[in-house]
């Protein structure tokens, strides 16, 4: 899978976190990008990119996250 794809699957679930069909999101998109990312919606972003993806970040993992592109680096990994 491409960079691009997980991209694609990873800004089908924000959209439907943030309930706003017209959010898109980048590699560069960071919590400050998009109004509502707080710490608890960012655990519940990570759980559902968990359960789209049968993964699991560890910690160090989560908290190293820049931005989304760092995200999607570590799921490539993965998978």
């Excluded at 990312?37 to 908290?63: P, T, Y």
Aim: no cysteine; hydrophobic share 45%.
């Amino acid at each position: 899978m491409s960079k691009e794809e997980v991209l694609s699957k990873v800004n089908e679930i924000f959209t439907d976190a943030f309930d706003r069909e017209d959010l898109v999101i980048g590699f560069e998109t960071t919590a400050s990008d998009v109004e509502g990312w707080d710490s608890l919606m960012q655990m519940n972003l990570i759980e559902m990119i968990e359960d789209e993806f049968g993964m699991r970040f560890d910690m160090d993992e989560v908290v190293g996250m820049e931005n989304v592109g760092s995200m999607i680096d570590i799921i490539i990994t993965r998978i």
